[in-house]
């Protein structure tokens, strides 16, 4: 597809905000994209003017394939980058077909508002996406700009802090920024309640906590973060193998086995691009890992309920791939290896002398790296206190340039 797009930012004062250069950009333009509102904010032009499509992502080729070689200006709100349609179009057209001029977006005019600096503050974006992202940015003190999909937004997010032991949390919320029907409206996560605001309003929020268990951000959450039924890879394992997977942004892990998906999970909480599958043969605990995730703030883990290497058929190949179960299985290793990209790490744990048997092997044909983890936690011994230890882990690492 060949089609060029401006994408021209436009703030809630609509068109007399634009400058004399966005305004000539729209006014010459053959074809103008936008929402219903930002349409109605134009004077009149003899000019095709076109709504987006729903669904957007899925209607937006034919809508550009329809106006090749035209010339075409989106409108979008505030800065076209921030959550916005400039993002999609780069995707689907590449960055030389889209131009895009900004004007002030809603995080800047928010912060101007609460007085808060760009280093000070975090931006969580909601739009179209599920309100449990908020809850992976949870830390006392923190300070969160929540870009809301809708008026019913900012109750939900009161819901979800209340929840996660974040009920004192001033919170507010700044609607129709910029316009003059702009609005605050101040109160606590507590007792926010069910109360609307309008559609078009960022959620900030000074988080409090009030009883919450504190989770950091590093590997290694305890075990009581999670739902689980014993079956869960142990905190000090689990960030020895996380330090071995290493993950990057935009990355893919695949969780084999996962359990209660605990390191899939802690892979998409080190960078909100990282992507993970968690694979589970049990329905029950696939259904907690679901839950797991969204309580966690990463509710888009994919999770895929079957055994493998059956169900690892069609997945997107992993830039990493996690065992944590099921390596003796015939055909795991195999698959999984096959399937890891080039540069890709795989980090295989067992517990039994039939799994470190073949971790041995697999170590003597591809090198890597094969670790012995011993784990003791101090325990009551009657009156005294002694050490217990843990099965030992064999853990087997290798990465794939490396052969």
Not at 15 to 36: N, Q, R
Not at 53 to 70: Q, V
Not at 370 to 375: D, E, F, N, S
Request: charged share 20%; proline share 5%; net charge negative.
């Amino acid at each position: 597809m060949s089609t060029q797009v401006t994408v021209v930012g436009i703030g809630a004062d609509g068109w007399t905000g634009l400058t004399a250069a966005a305004k000539e950009l729209v006014e010459s333009a053959d074809v103008v994209l936008g929402g219903e509102r930002h349409l109605a904010m134009l004077p009149e032009a003899d000019q095709v003017r076109e709504a987006w499509p729903s669904p957007l992502r899925d209607g937006l080729p034919a809508l550009l394939e329809k106006h090749e070689g035209r010339k075409v200006v989106a409108l979008a709100s505030g800065d076209p980058l921030v959550s916005g349609i400039a993002t999609t179009l780069v995707d689907l057209l590449g960055k030389e077909s889209v131009v895009v001029v900004p004007t002030l977006s809603s995080v800047a005019l928010a912060r101007a508002r609460m007085r808060w600096s760009a280093e000070s503050t975090e931006v969580v974006t909601l739009v179209g996406r599920d309100p449990h992202l908020v809850a992976r940015s949870l830390a006392p003190g923190l300070r969160l700009l929540v870009l809301s999909s809708d008026g019913s937004t900012p109750a939900e997010v009161a819901g979800l802090l209340t929840a996660a032991g974040y009920g004192a949390s001033p919170m507010t919320v700044l609607a129709d920024l910029g316009s003059e029907t702009e609005s605050r409206t101040d109160g606590v996560a507590a007792s926010w309640g069910d109360q609307s605001a309008p559609d078009l309003n960022v959620v900030a929020v000074e988080l409090v906590s009030s009883g919450a268990t504190v989770l950091g951000f590093t590997a290694g959450l305890p075990e009581g973060a999670f739902d689980h039924d014993g079956q869960i890879t142990k905190r000090d394992v689990r960030a020895s193998a996380l330090a071995r997977l290493a993950p990057l942004p935009g990355q893919l892990l695949w969780d084999v086995g996962a359990g209660a998906g605990s390191v899939a999970i802690e892979w998409m909480r080190a960078h909100p691009t990282c992507r993970a599958i968690a694979i589970e043969a049990r329905e029950d605990r696939a259904a907690r890992i679901a839950r797991n995730a969204s309580a966690l703030g990463v509710p888009s883990l994919d999770v895929v309920t079957g055994h493998a290497p059956e169900a690892l058929d069609g997945l997107e190949a992993p830039h990493a791939i996690f065992i944590g179960g099921g390596a003796t299985e015939e055909g795991v290793l195999d698959a999984c290896w096959s399937a890891l990209r080039p540069g890709g790490r795989l980090v295989v744990h067992g517990v039994t002398l039939e799994t470190e048997a073949v971790l041995a092997v697999r170590y003597a044909q591809l090198g890597g790296e094969l670790t012995r983890l011993h784990v003791e936690h101090a325990a009551p011994i009657g009156t005294f206190t002694g050490w217990t230890p843990a099965r030992a882990i064999t853990q087997w690492t290798v990465t794939k340039a490396d052969v």
